[in-house]
């Protein structure tokens, strides 16, 4: 019965000093409805033979477009985690999902209306460019990098040091420099990558890399679309121990 009742009270077992029952924070005439769906789908693949019986770390990216106030309650982008500490021979999966059809227009809900950010309204991007300080904010040029020689691809088993730099800093837009099994979107074959990255897809899979023998050491990187300096940080760490 007390299921068609608004507001649902309980009793107190034994204790017979209580005049009243306790009452509920539920309103059960509510119980039917959806006021905001924050339901996900996700798929979890199964692991390849190469990466059987090793350590495998997901690195992605959390947070939505908008400002401090507007993504309130969530946050603003972030890599996550942003502090990984990995073992040589572990593997790590960097990916990450985003959207095109963000929308945060009035009445805001929780936070203020709007999506202060880089690039186009209501759309989500990230990459990933090495730099050689984390008090940085700008990255390095390829032939400055210490972490893509390190790491090969057990995704994309083709995929050079640079192939592997140039898909993560285009957001996948290219696979690579060069073109490889799997890969046909290159600099070479493409039209050329937005600067901020606006013809890039809000989604990638990257790769899922492995840390050679060798590679103990501090890798710092950045998102050169979301880091803007003044007001919001995105950037990373990777520490590996031999």
């Known amino acids: 019965k007390q299921w068609y009742q608004r507001r649902v009270a309980i009793t107190a077992g034994d204790v017979a000093q209580l005049a009243k029952p306790l009452r509920l924070a539920m309103n059960t005439a509510q ?50 985690p942003n502090d990984l500490t990995v073992k040589e021979g572990d593997l790590v999966h960097i990916q990450w999902t985003g959207s095109n059809t963000h929308n945060n227009g009035p009445n805001g809900g929780d936070g203020q209306t709007g999506d202060a950010g880089e690039g186009t309204g209501g759309t989500d991007r990230n990459n990933i460019l090495e ?51 799997g890969c046909n979107h290159t600099p070479k074959t493409k039209g050329a990558v937005n600067n901020q990255l606006n013809n890039a897809p809000a989604s990638y899979f990257g790769h899922v890399l492995e840390f050679q023998k060798g590679s103990a050491g501090k890798y710092v990187y950045m998102c050169t679309r979301n880091n803007n300096f003044t007001n919001r940080s995105q950037k990373g760490k990777i520490m590996v121990k031999a």
């Not at 692991?47 to 401090?68: E, P, Y």
């Not at 040029?141 to 140039?166: H, M, Q, R």
Request: net charge positive.
């Open 131 to 181: 730099m050689l300080d984390i008090s940085q904010n700008y990255p390095s040029p390829f032939e400055k990098t210490t972490l893509w020689s390190k790491v090969k691809s057990i995704s994309s088993k083709g995929a050079t040091a640079k192939d592997i730099a140039v898909g993560f800093a285009t957001s996948g837009y290219y696979c690579g420099a060069e073109p490889y099994a």
């Open 31 to 80: 119980y039917g409805r959806t006021f905001q769906d924050r339901t996900h789908v996700f798929v979890v693949l199964p692991r390849t033979a190469d990466m059987a019986s090793k350590t495998l770390h997901n690195l992605n990216v959390r947070g939505k477009r908008g400002n401090i106030v507007q993504t309130f309650p969530a946050v603003e982008y972030d890599f996550v």
